[in-house]
């Protein structure tokens, strides 16, 4: 069934789903003709269908801009996506149904085809229904993640299929919201990728641990919020392609005139660029193409046009807080580095209330450092570092136990896994001001951070955020 819902979506989407079979079903049985009840079910059902359809549309949107409206990450419409979803499919085919049982009681069977092939109405009708039940079957969450790329292109050509289907005036809204998103998404990908200056490449390189390093070249300026990720494109490796990434670093270039400076002593800066790095960790499909063709090219870095579609997301600040617990399970770390770097900005510069930061970071071996070796040098060298931070590693499957060693007070590296509630119990000890756990890496790591920071929220204020890394 997918991402099991939270106690609060599973209580949203039971209310959602309560509403809709109420407004579907309570209607006056004691009507002496059935056919009068089935047809106003058909009326009701085809109604909230297409009614839902347009909420459905909106939330699977990356550009629904309820995401930064309500600060609502993008994987929690994607949840209420697909539960919308299930109710659409059922309510198309109560529809359907309805109408089938009240045209044979007319026509019998014969009318039922008759009006299927001849009557333009029902035709597309029928097809809109039959597209649902194929969104639905090719959707569970086994083929999702199974065959991502194929449930999706097949997900949009049978959503466009619906859709054409039922072609109503409202329906037509829907279509221009989906143009809509997928307009601004193109814009995007102009804005970020092209100026005058070129095309974005890209530099990858192959790390141990089946990981990349991945450094996007823009040609031009981009802000980007901590917390944030983009889709990324790589040519040669199926450009259609687009996956999700979170931003690890970020880091501006000066462009200077390239003009020799003939009058004056300085060069003229013409602005500046913005480099985006990533560590994309190696599953089966193009992540994997992308590792095997940086590991062919090592020692080198792989060079390769490539396409940068964000940021998105980076809606949670964690500012206020004066209490921050970060934790990251392996690639998860790309997460947490860019609020790492900000925090101590932030408490140099004297612009947020954050005094106390803890990153706890959980890798298998030690050489998986690697994957974020140049920023961490640049956090650790931070004016202020000393005064906010500290780090834990833990290293579950070191290939050489000497290699596990603390480097200073601040920066600590132990074997195994952390016991994470023995952990909170001693940061809420020592808790400055609210604190805030976020975490972000494999689903049962989420897991067990969420039950230990809910045995310490009846102690103090203690906020919890999740970042999923799949959807
Ligand atoms: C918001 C977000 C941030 C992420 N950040 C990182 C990161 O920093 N580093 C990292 O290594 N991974 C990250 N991921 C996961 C990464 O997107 C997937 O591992 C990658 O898309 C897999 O590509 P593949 O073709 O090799 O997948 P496959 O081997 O075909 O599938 C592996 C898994 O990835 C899922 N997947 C495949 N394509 C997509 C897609 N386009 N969108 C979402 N899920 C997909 C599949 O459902 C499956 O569960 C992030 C995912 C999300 C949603």
Not at 224 to 231: D, F, I, L, T
Not at 266 to 281: P, R, Y
Not at 434 to 439: D, F, L, P, Q, R
Request: with cysteine.
């Amino acid at each position: 069934m997918g991402t099991l819902p939270s106690r609060w979506h599973a209580l949203l989407l039971i209310v959602y789903m309560a509403m809709n079979i109420a407004y579907t079903l309570v209607l006056d049985y004691s009507r002496q003709n059935k056919y009068s009840v089935a047809a106003e079910l058909r009326g009701r059902s085809g109604v909230l269908a297409v009614c839902n359809m347009i909420a459905l549309v909106i939330l699977a949107g990356r550009n629904n801009p309820l995401i930064g409206w309500l600060q609502i990450s993008f994987d929690t419409y994607n949840l209420l996506h697909r539960w919308m979803g299930r109710m659409v499919v059922l309510e198309a085919l109560v529809h359907t149904s309805c109408w089938a049982y009240v045209q044979h009681a007319d026509t019998g069977f014969s009318g039922v085809y008759h009006k299927l092939a001849n009557d333009p109405f029902c035709s597309y009708g029928m097809v809109g229904t039959v597209a649902f039940v194929l969104i639905l079957l090719t959707s569970p969450s086994p083929i999702r993640h199974a065959f991502y790329e194929t449930f999706l292109n097949l997900h949009i050509i049978f959503a466009a299929v619906a859709i054409a289907g039922v072609w109503k005036p409202y329906i037509r809204a829907v279509a221009a919201l989906w143009i809509c998103d997928r307009i601004i998404r193109l814009g995007r990908l102009i804005y970020c990728n092209y100026s005058t200056r070129g095309w974005t490449t890209a530099s990858i390189e192959a790390m141990p641990g089946d990981a990349c390093r991945v450094t996007m070249h823009l040609p031009t300026e981009l802000a980007v919020k901590p917390g944030s990720h983009a889709y990324l494109r790589f040519a040669n490796l199926n450009f259609w392609e687009s996956h999700p990434f979170s931003i690890a670093w970020v880091a501006h270039r000066p462009v200077f005139s390239p003009d020799l400076p003939l009058m004056e002593k300085k060069l003229t800066l013409e602005g500046q660029t913005t480099d985006i790095s990533f560590v994309i960790h190696a599953q089966t499909g193009l992540t994997r193409r992308l590792f095997n063709a940086a590991k062919v090219c090592a020692p080198r870095t792989l060079r390769l046009k490539a396409a940068f579609e964000g940021p998105y997301g980076g809606h949670h600040s964690l500012d206020s807080y004066g209490h921050a617990v970060l934790f990251a399970g392996s690639s998860g770390i790309t997460h947490q580095i860019p609020y790492v770097k900000h925090l101590i900005q932030g408490f140099s510069d004297g612009t947020i209330a954050t005094k106390k930061v803890l990153l706890v970071w959980i890798i298998r071996d030690v050489d998986h450092l690697e994957w974020v070796r140049p920023w961490m040098d640049e956090i650790l060298r931070m004016q202020g570092r000393r005064d906010i931070l500290n780090i834990k590693l833990f290293v579950t499957k070191p290939k050489n136990p000497r290699e596990i060693s603390s480097p200073s007070s601040t920066v600590q590296m132990l074997p195994g896994r952390p016991n994470i509630n023995l952990l909170l119990q001693t940061e809420v000890r020592d808790q400055v001001g609210a604190m805030c756990v976020t975490v972000c890496g494999p689903g049962a790591l989420q897991d067990s951070v969420r039950e230990a920071v809910r045995e310490v929220q009846d102690v103090s204020v203690v906020d919890f955020i999740e970042e999923s890394f799949t959807w």
